[in-house]
């Protein structure tokens, strides 16, 4: 976990705003770079995620943002809603050498006001 | 599709026992790997099977050992369990050894009394 800095480790939005998380790693082999969701009593799920060969993804109301050269990414969760209330982890891996293996960050406790 | 389960539910030991957790993953999935979650964390790596073997292993001790089956099924065992042992224990299994995209079992909650 200490390769993987996720912050911050709670965030309270307004329904309608936009909520960001943010994740640092240091391992430079990393090339595969997700962000999951985890409701209460839940295992994680994956939410959405990105290789490094493209800067941003979008999927619906999310996107990733990723920043090779500052080994940092981001997860943007635009029109926030009640029903995305949950804790959000990044888990980048190094598809090469470990195999798949998810390193996750401490995870974002995300409550949305209606 | 089921997707992965894992069994039991929850679960309570004392100190200084062994525990057994099952898991099947996915259908069509061949790789599972063991997580542990404790209180406010994210997930830790435990180990990761495929083909039956040991491919890779987190920082855990001996006392964690695991076994895959010929359909893919797995267990995690624990030895000798200690208070911080107290944890969400979850599965993952991805369509190969090398596939990023993870699927995790809902865990199997252990408390060590």
């Known amino acids: 976990q200490q390769q993987v800095k996720q912050s911050p480790q709670s965030l309270i939005v307004q329904k309608g705003g936009i909520s960001i998380i943010n994740c640092a790693y240091e391992n430079t082999a990393f090339d595969y770079f997700p962000w999951y969701q985890q409701f209460p009593g839940k295992g994680p799920a994956l939410l959405i995620a990105?290789?490094?060969?493209?800067s941003e993804k979008k999927e619906g109301r999310f996107t990733i943002s990723f920043n090779k050269s500052a080994k940092q990414f981001s997860l943007h969760i635009m029109d926030s809603q009640p029903g995305d209330s949950a804790t959000y982890f990044c888990a980048p891996a190094d598809r090469g050498s470990t195999l798949g293996r998810l390193y996750f960050g401490r995870g974002t406790q995300l409550t949305v006001w209606p | 599709d089921a997707g992965v389960t894992q069994s039991p539910t929850h679960l309570i030991k004392t100190r200084g026992q062994q525990v057994t957790l099952r898991c099947s993953p996915k259908?069509?999935?061949?790789?599972v790997s063991w997580y542990q979650q404790a209180l406010g964390q994210g997930p830790q790596f435990i180990f990761q099977?495929?083909?039956?073997?040991?491919?890779q292993r987190g920082n855990f001790p001996d006392r964690f050992s695991g076994h895959q089956f010929p359909n893919y099924s797995s267990e995690l065992n624990v030895n000798a369990l200690l208070l911080g042992d107290s944890a969400l224990y979850l599965c993952?299994?991805?369509?190969?050894?090398?596939?990023?995209?993870?699927?995790f079992g809902q865990g199997t909650r252990l408390t060590v009394v």
């Open positions: 099977y495929y083909e039956e073997e040991e491919r």
């Open positions: 259908s069509g999935h061949d790789t």
């Open positions: 993952a299994s991805s369509a190969s050894l090398r596939s990023t995209e993870a699927f």
């Open positions: 990105i290789r490094p060969d493209v």
